[in-house]
């Protein structure tokens, strides 16, 4: 069965640190792999995809990924966190187009002033 | 905005009752996935739909049903409702075919007391 593991449920960095989510998947096949985030009383909003090609993904907000086959990770990386940032952030996995997402349980990031 | 739009953004209701939440995808879109959100379980799959047929189904109870209209948009049927049945529950469209990123609409929150 599909799965998504989110190492860290609560994460919390300083304003202007480095921020990093951490990101595992099992599978045998390549995926579709996804970063989305929520921000407090609101829905989903895609923060990156990975499909095929590149494996470094930049998103939005400054946000980037890295699919690595070898070690099934896509991990989320910013190198500045800002404020703003602060939210629930969940990985999703997906194996075809038009199927279902699979999602971590999600990582809480607080931002420090 | 993610262009889906779900109604009523909250509902309150008491146990034993029976609430229709309702979807509209994104023009164009003829997929649309049903989610729960709640603390204990996290992000689930309930069902999808594409272009009024049945795709597939998750962890959704058989208290539980849905559907798609003709004109796409869709409705998840709740009953017999529990006090555990309070979450929040997201809708998801996406393109036909291969449509690969999914967009959530801001979500209906429900309460049974």
């Known amino acids: 069965a599909q799965s998504v593991t989110q190492l860290g449920s609560h994460v919390s960095v300083s304003e202007g640190a480095l921020v990093l989510l951490r990101c595992n998947y099992s599978?045998?096949?390549?995926?579709?792999l996804f970063w989305y985030v929520q921000y407090p009383n609101q829905g989903l909003q895609l923060l990156l995809k990975y499909t095929t090609g590149a494996t470094l993904v930049k998103g939005i907000n400054g946000f980037e990924a890295e699919f690595k086959k070898s070690e099934t990770s896509f991990h989320l990386t910013k190198p500045s966190a800002h404020m703003s940032d602060a939210a629930e952030y969940f990985c999703a996995v997906r194996y075809s187009g038009n199927t279902p997402l699979v999602f971590g349980k999600g990582t809480r990031l607080s931002v420090i002033a | 905005d993610s262009g889906v739009t779900q109604t009523p953004k909250h509902l309150i209701t008491a146990t034993g009752q029976r609430v229709t939440l309702r979807c509209s995808p994104r023009s164009g879109d003829l997929s649309v996935y049903w989610y729960q959100q709640s603390l204990d379980q996290g992000l689930q799959f309930l069902i999808q739909y594409y272009n009024g047929e049945e795709r597939a189904k998750g962890n959704i109870l058989e208290r539980f049903s849905a559907q798609q209209f003709p004109d796409l948009h869709s409705e998840l049927n709740l009953s017999s409702l529990e006090l555990g049945d309070s979450a929040l529950y997201f809708c998801?469209?996406?393109?036909?075919?291969?449509?690969?990123?999914?967009?959530f609409g801001a979500g209906t929150r429900l309460s049974v007391l």
């Open positions: 998801a469209s996406s393109e036909g075919g291969q449509g690969v990123i999914q967009y």
């Open positions: 599978s045998s096949v390549p995926p579709y």
